[in-house]
């Protein structure tokens, strides 16, 4: 299965410890992306300690950073359910002199849709598909990457059926959004997934 991401651009938050497994302590911290546009993606970061040196790596420090995308289920309090959490899991770090003028964000990844794709349109016409992908590691784990087609993209989409094995293009992205929590509490949220440039059913042979 393939899982990989390259992203670059700059240190937007200070290291926070994450969690411990086996004596490996990991950190986590957030990386801003430009994009085009003009705007930018902020996107979570889980890095080891074995990889990184944290005294060199302040906010505003310019990097490129290669790994996979991992998921895993956070318990909210409030909501009283459990939660998809994205983050860029690390596997290589590299720090730049300045921030890349055109900024790296390219995602490869195959799995398997594991839930129908939401097929839409908006009000301005516009087509969009939500797929959930699950991606295999090891150890008997997957990741379930949250995903956005546009276009023909979509309509492709949106005719695949669960359990299709599906290669994926595109770039993870952050998007705000507000969800009502009671009548009078809005509260700001932040959702990562990835934007798709191309998709393509694997067939059996």
Not at 75 to 82: G, I, L
Not at 100 to 124: H, M
Not at 177 to 189: G, I, S
Request: proline fraction near 3%.
């Amino acid at each position: 299965m393939e899982n990989n991401i390259e992203i670059g651009g700059v240190i937007k938050s200070e290291f926070e410890f994450s969690h411990e497994i086996y004596g490996e302590g990991f950190w986590r911290f957030d990386v801003e992306i430009g994009r085009l546009s003009g705007q930018s993606d902020i996107l979570p970061v889980t890095v080891s300690e074995r990889i990184v040196e944290r005294e060199r790596m302040q906010v505003g420090q310019a990097v490129t950073i290669k790994g996979q995308i991992r998921s895993y289920n956070n318990y909210v309090e409030a909501e009283r359910k459990n939660r998809l959490v994205l983050t860029v899991f690390a596997r290589d770090i590299e720090l730049q002199a300045e921030a890349p003028t055109t900024s790296p964000n390219e995602v490869d990844l195959e799995g398997y849709l594991c839930k129908p794709a939401i097929y839409r349109t908006t009000p301005f016409g516009r087509e969009i598909a939500d797929l959930l992908v699950a991606v295999n590691r090891s150890y008997n784990k997957s990741d379930y990457i949250p995903c956005i087609a546009w276009g023909r993209n979509a309509r492709y989409a949106g005719k695949l059926q669960v359990g299709d094995n599906i290669r994926l293009w595109g770039r993870m992205q952050s998007r705000q959004y507000q969800k009502k929590m009671d009548e009078l509490t809005v509260v700001e949220k932040t959702a990562y997934e990835v934007s798709l440039s191309k998709i393509e059913k694997i067939e059996i042979t």
